[in-house]
């Protein structure tokens, strides 16, 4: 029997929170709600989810606290929820690991074309061909296994990466020496174009290098291009 892709629905608005449901459903996904932190808390340690809906205004608890603690309980997909004027709580759920956004007011169908990207893009390891699962990347003594999406530092200790930090890292390390702009990144990541002041990009990029000890200020792995993007600039194999 097929199963589903599970989706938690976090908003304090019940009107939209049935919207998206009802539309969610029709396309084929279940759905589970939530209006608050601690019914979200409750679900998500109750039900297995393949990526969350998550408002980042939401009465009591705020959503960017909600999408820290489970960013620590496991690496399951979120997408905010966000108004147009809230570009700073954007940039910090980004930075807290979130996969991607959309802001309010929202065509469902767009809602539903994010969902289906990083559906994707996190799908398991069993949806991939048997040849990218055997794949790995090898870069200034780090390695990427895309089979377990597994990133090691040079000691061979696994370093945990998010949905997004992931296909930022593939995209630049199947396009070494490459300069790449930020919007090339944000269309190869998200299918989209993005305007001049979406930080998206230059969010993910500071947070990858994080988890790369890649100081930005003297990257040698990720080097920023002033007026361009950005560039992998070390030797890469793949075995």
């Known amino acids: 029997m097929e199963t589903l892709p599970h989706i938690l629905v976090v908003d304090d608005d019940r009107e939209i929170r049935d919207l998206i449901a009802r539309f969610l459903e029709r396309q084929r996904l279940r759905v589970t709600t939530a209006r608050d932190g601690k ?3 409750r679900a998500f340690a109750n039900g297995h989810f393949q990526l ?3 408002d980042l205004m939401l009465p009591g608890e705020s959503g960017l606290d909600l999408a820290r603690w489970m960013r620590a309980e496991g690496k399951v997909p979120i997408i905010m929820l966000t108004a147009m004027a809230e570009e700073t709580d954007r940039i910090v759920g980004l930075e807290l690991g979130a996969d991607d956004y ?3 007011p929202f065509n469902p169908r767009e809602l539903l074309a994010r969902i289906r990207a990083v559906l994707r893009r996190t799908g398991d390891s069993e949806d991939r061909t048997p040849e990218s699962a055997a794949q790995s990347y090898h870069f200034s003594g780090w390695t990427l296994e895309t089979a377990r999406r597994r990133l090691s530092d040079p000691s061979g200790v696994e370093v945990a990466i998010t ?3 992931y296909d930022l890292l593939v995209a630049l390390l199947d396009r070494p ?3 790449l702009t930020r919007d090339m990144l944000l ?4 299918g989209r174009q993005a ?3 979406d930080r998206a990009i230059d969010v993910a990029v500071s947070r990858l290098r994080r988890k790369l000890e890649d100081d930005g200020r003297h990257a040698q792995i990720i080097k920023t291009v002033r007026g361009g993007g950005y560039v992998l600039s070390t030797p890469v194999e793949r075995r």
Do not use: I, Y
Request: charged share 30%; net charge positive.
């Open 39 to 41: 019914e979200a808390r």
């Open 52 to 54: 969350v809906v998550l």
């Open 102 to 104: 959309v802001t309010k």
């Open 163 to 165: 949905g997004g930090e």
């Open 177 to 179: 020496n490459r300069v």
């Open 187 to 190: 269309d190869l990541l998200r």
């Open 195 to 197: 305007g001049p002041f």
